[in-house]
């Protein structure tokens, strides 16, 4: 069972730090493209944070500054270093990534996502 698995969401209080974590479990033979996701109560799910397997980042223009996207391909695992929270930061946080996978004698591609992480920026 090939799944991506998401820690280290959690309550904290404005200007305040979180890391959140999200790993590759099962066969897994590579991660491309991962990402990090988040959706607000009453809003749509909406991109914060991307990068390549090389390393190339892209950040939505409310974290620039603020959050750091990074990986570590040796265990499959991408990483947001969240800094400086708001309460607009306030959402579920969901990791999303392309893997490469094994399954018997094959190698197959698809595009999954984590359960979701809540993460609550309030005093």
């Known amino acids: 069972q090939v799944q991506l698995v998401e820690s280290g969401g959690g309550l904290v209080q404005p200007g305040g730090s979180l890391r959140l974590s999200c790993a590759a479990s099962?066969?897994?033979?590579?991660?491309?493209?991962a990402g990090w996701y988040r959706q607000a109560p009453g809003k749509q799910r909406a991109l914060v944070a991307a990068?390549?397997?090389?390393?190339?980042?892209n950040y939505t223009d409310s974290v620039k500054g603020r959050f750091t996207i990074s990986r570590d391909n040796t265990k499959n695992t991408v990483y947001l270093q969240m800094n400086s929270l708001k309460p607009e930061d306030t959402a579920v946080y969901y990791c999303?990534?392309?893997?490469?996978?094994?399954?018997?004698?094959?190698?197959?591609?698809?595009?999954?996502w984590g359960q979701g992480t809540q993460v609550t920026v309030s005093s």
């Open positions: 999303n990534a392309d893997l490469i996978y094994y399954s018997g004698s094959y190698i197959l591609a698809g595009d999954y």
């Open positions: 990068i390549t397997r090389s390393g190339s980042t």
């Open positions: 099962g066969s897994i033979f590579r991660v491309n493209a």
